[in-house]
């Protein structure tokens, strides 16, 4: 029978590369005889054929396929190293209509995304994997993978991997067929023609399942690495038939699609009141704290910042938590320095009555520096008409913005003449009451007695005198 060659890009694939750097914008980044084209190819024909390229989110994280999203006309997302499990987990539940792809190396998916892939595989995510095996770091360089052979010859297992010093070759497919929810689990390769299509079969397999909502599909495809393996690329084929196959066997372990049904997950409910009941937080909601609606910020994003151990990340709990019982939404972020004591550390504080979308505050309205360092580091960022409140105990420089309200307060010292500089995190609350209007001091009381519900008087005490220290030291000098 005559064959006949057609040589036009499958629709699967953009015209034109135009988000690749460099000239060659018809081409791949691709070694020559790297199996990532072959499969590339394979994904890209079948998207047309389903006619689902609009529908279809590939998510690639770290490794050669890292610029899966210069070739695939579809939407794309590149996620860090291991990750696009659960990227396409949160992808695949808020769009149950797309298909997704999760595309991932064995460094990436058997190595720093281990654990994803089996929560995800275990779950029964709706999605179809493509397990690129080439047994290496391709990458990088050529360092040994967990599918790295025994005896198999890497920059980082020069004398060959050793099973005493290295442990086994994970079989990644072996592993998946152990969990109850995944409904395709198959091994194929690209090391010839014959493979090259039942490999093309299985890659419309998995894409049809994540089409009709079965569940997670798992395929692993033995790949050429000819610069890792440091081969030219036929020898790299027989290389897969000679020592990959013996311990990967190609087989298809599991395919239940047919008789599985679409997955249906429960429509995610959020009723506040009635999960603080059952979780028997029925008192929370029994707060006698209003929301104050003269409050100068209703929509606080706080950075907070200064040195390990002078309570930032206290100061920014606390504030979450009155936040929270003033009914507000809030979250709390901590970025913490290298070291703990001594160190910078800060966090983000959101407290607004929308929902939160990003926890970091990267364009903050307020912030708080507690040390130099902090104020250096952080002023430039925030938003023009925020506000400013430092620390004169520590900082001895004025701030530079002028298109900011700034608050200069000796908080440590306020602290310290308390008796206790541990309770500066509280001279802070009392501040940014004053200067954002949440609460005033006839709050105070009930507000620090739910606070520290359970703690001794006298601590209480402590720390609500350090809030309305902060707190009149703001009204009496700035108002
Ligand atoms: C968090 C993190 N750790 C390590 C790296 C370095 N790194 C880049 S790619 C890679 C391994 C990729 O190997 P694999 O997943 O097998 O993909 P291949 O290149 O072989 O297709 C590593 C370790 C990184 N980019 N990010
Ligand atoms: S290093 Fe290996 S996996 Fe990466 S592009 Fe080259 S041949 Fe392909
Ligand atoms: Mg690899």
């Known amino acids: 029978m005559a064959h006949k060659t057609v040589l036009r890009k499958p629709k699967g694939f953009i015209d034109v590369y135009k988000h690749k750097p460099g000239a060659e914008k018809d081409r791949t980044h691709y070694c020559p005889g790297c199996g990532h084209g072959i499969l590339h190819k394979l994904i890209a024909e079948a ?110 297992t020069p004398y060959g991997r050793n099973v005493k010093t290295d442990g086994y070759p994970l079989q990644m497919c072996e592993i998946i067929n152990q969990l109850t929810a995944p409904v395709y689990v198959t091994r194929t390769s690209l090391h010839d023609m014959p493979n090259i299509r039942k490999t093309r079969a299985a890659v419309r397999k998995g894409i049809k399942n994540a089409m009709d909502k079965k569940g997670f599909s798992f395929i692993e495809v033995l790949s050429m690495c000819p610069s890792g393996w440091k081969m030219d690329s036929v020898p790299a084929q027989e290389w897969i038939k000679e020592n990959m196959l013996p311990r990967f066997p190609l087989s298809t372990l599991r395919d239940i699609s047919e008789d599985t049904p679409a997955v249906e997950r429960p429509v995610p409910v959020m009723d506040p009141d009635e999960v603080k009941n059952i979780l028997g937080y029925g008192a929370l909601s029994d707060s006698n704290l209003t929301k104050n609606p003269d409050a100068a910020f209703e929509k606080v994003a706080l950075r907070v910042a200064g040195f390990g151990g002078q309570g930032i990340m206290s100061a920014g709990i606390a504030l979450a938590n009155v936040g929270m019982e003033y009914g507000y939404n809030v979250s709390w972020l901590p970025s913490y320095g290298p070291e703990m004591r001594g160190g910078t550390a800060n966090c983000s504080v959101k407290i607004q009555s929308e929902t939160i979308g990003a926890s970091e505050c990267t364009e903050p309205n307020m912030l708080i520096a507690m040390n130099q360092p902090s104020l250096e580091k952080f002023e430039k960022i925030i938003v023009p008409g925020g506000a400013l409140i430092y620390n004169t105990t520590l900082i001895d420089r004025e701030p530079t913005r002028k298109d900011v309200k700034v608050y200069a307060v000796p908080i440590t010292g306020i602290a310290d003449d308390l008796g206790d500089t541990r309770v500066q995190s509280m001279v802070n609350v009392g501040a940014f009451a004053a200067v954002t209007g949440m609460f005033d001091p006839s709050e105070i009381e009930s507000l620090m007695s739910s606070l520290f519900e359970g703690k001794p008087e006298k601590v209480v005490k402590l720390n609500e005198k350090a809030v309305r220290k902060g707190y009149e030291y703001v009204k009496e000098n700035f108002s």
């Not at 998510?59 to 990750?83: E, K, M």
């Not at 995304?113 to 990458?139: D, H, P």
């Open 47 to 156: 998207l047309e054929d389903f006619d689902i390229v609009d529908k279809t989110i590939v998510i690639s994280p770290v490794g050669c396929s890292v610029f899966a999203y210069y070739y695939f006309h579809t939407g794309n997302l590149q996620v860090p190293h291991g990750r696009a499990p659960a990227v396409a987990t949160s992808v695949s539940r808020a769009n149950p209509d797309s298909v997704v792809i999760s595309y991932q190396g064995d460094g990436d998916l058997a190595a720093i995304g281990g654990n994803n892939i089996l929560q995800a595989a275990n779950r029964g995510e709706n999605m179809v994997v493509f397990f690129v095996n080439n047994a290496i770091y391709g990458m990088t360089g050529g360092q040994m993978a967990p599918t790295t052979l025994e005896g198999q010859i890497t920059t980082t």
